[in-house]
């Protein structure tokens, strides 16, 4: 039972334009979402969170939103640069609440790749 | 600041061995958290600290696999005996407090042969 999920498993994109990485999720429950970016032989690195309580969180080129009455949330990466080819994994946990937890919950991640 | 470390880096080695993976969390952490990645099932948790005591372990395959926290500084993931299927990316992670993003190691690779 995948209750998050990144149905796209590839995205190409040329420099300079804007990546869209978009994930879903199943467990109302949820109210804590992160996106973590992941190169090669190296660990996921934490990138921005949003809360359930908002619909917005922006970070320089990053800003990821939430839609929670569609249970869908977006990752926008504006402008998209070569270094930033790599695999994105969206991210949820339920902080609150019974049966709250710090537990993550992944999705299976999307590769970008930002042509020059 | 120096990251979670995470050792060895790679492991290989035969069916029915003892295979123990290491972890240092970032100082002050509170929370530790052991992940295994593969192609199958992507990137699940396996076990979570706080403060030293396991949280949950409901992601741990099964007797096999243990993992011990006996100080704030330092963890182990051990599978004994180990098998092939148990071949995976395994990632440690640490986190300050509840409600904050963990920080992962550059993880294990290991391969059962």
């Known amino acids: 039972d995948q209750q998050v999920k990144q149905n796209s498993p590839s995205l190409s994109v040329q420099e300079g334009r804007i990546s869209i990485l978009n994930c879903d999720y199943t467990n109302s429950m949820f109210d804590y979402f992160l996106w973590y970016k992941k190169y090669p032989a190296e660990g996921p690195t934490f990138l921005i969170s949003?809360?359930?309580?908002?619909d917005k969180n922006e970070d320089g080129r990053f800003t990821v939103f939430l839609n929670k009455s569609a249970k869908h949330l977006s990752l926008h990466i504006v402008p998209s640069q070569p270094g930033d080819s790599a695999v994105y994994f969206c991210a949820a946990s339920a902080l609150s609440g019974g049966g709250a937890t710090n537990k993550l919950i992944f999705g299976t991640g999307t590769l970008l790749a930002v042509q020059p | 600041d120096a990251g979670v470390i995470q050792s060895p880096r790679h492991e290989v080695t035969e069916m029915g061995q003892e295979v123990t993976l290491r972890c240092k969390p970032i100082s002050g952490h509170d929370y530790l958290f052991w992940y295994r990645q593969t192609m199958m099932r992507g990137l699940e948790l396996l076990i979570y600290f706080n403060n030293n005591v396991p949280i949950d372990d409901s992601g741990m395959p099964e007797d096999r696999f243990s993992a011990k926290m006996p100080n704030a500084s330092f963890s182990t993931l051990k599978i004994q005996p180990s098998e092939p299927r148990d071949s995976a990316v395994y990632f440690c992670?640490?986190?300050?407090?509840?409600?904050?993003?963990?920080?992962f190691g550059d993880g294990t690779r290991l391969s059962i042969l």
């Open positions: 949003i809360s359930s309580i908002k």
């Open positions: 992670a640490s986190s300050p407090w509840y409600n904050q993003p963990q920080h």
